[in-house]
């Protein structure tokens, strides 16, 4: 009943910048938390970024200082500056929400993932 889309996804050199959008719609009463994950090839998948409603925000010691999450909530949407990229930063990059629905009273959703590969 929810979904999550990712946007913004590509090939970028490294140090460049990139920003990832991942937009919910479906019947969404409000969204708490919302999120960001990456998962590499031979990698462990990792949390890498978390705002609250209230814009609290977490990031993971690989990020921290290069990457900034942030939220629209009119418009249900999370965002991820991605700057001074990597090409350890190559992976499928994730969003999640926490969602209060009409049928729940929160639960936790996830998009289908947009690739971002840095590289020369």
């Known amino acids: 009943q929810v979904q999550l889309v990712e946007s913004g996804g590509g090939l970028v050199q490294p140090g460049g910048s990139l920003r990832l959008s991942c937009a919910a719609s479906g019947s969404i009463f409000s969204i708490n938390a919302m999120g960001w994950y990456r998962q590499a090839p031979g990698k462990q998948r990792e949390s890498i970024a978390a705002?609250?409603?209230?814009?609290?925000?977490n990031y993971a010691n690989s990020v921290k200082g290069r990457f900034t999450i942030s939220r629209d909530n009119a418009k249900n949407t999370v965002y991820l500056q991605m700057n001074s990229l990597k090409p350890e930063d190559t992976a499928v990059y994730v969003c999640?929400?926490?969602?209060?629905?009409?049928?729940?009273?929160?639960?936790?959703?996830w998009g289908q993932g947009t690739q971002v590969t840095v590289s020369s």
């Open positions: 705002i609250t409603r209230g814009d609290s925000t």
């Open positions: 999640n929400a926490a969602v209060r629905t009409l049928s729940q009273y929160e639960s936790t959703y």
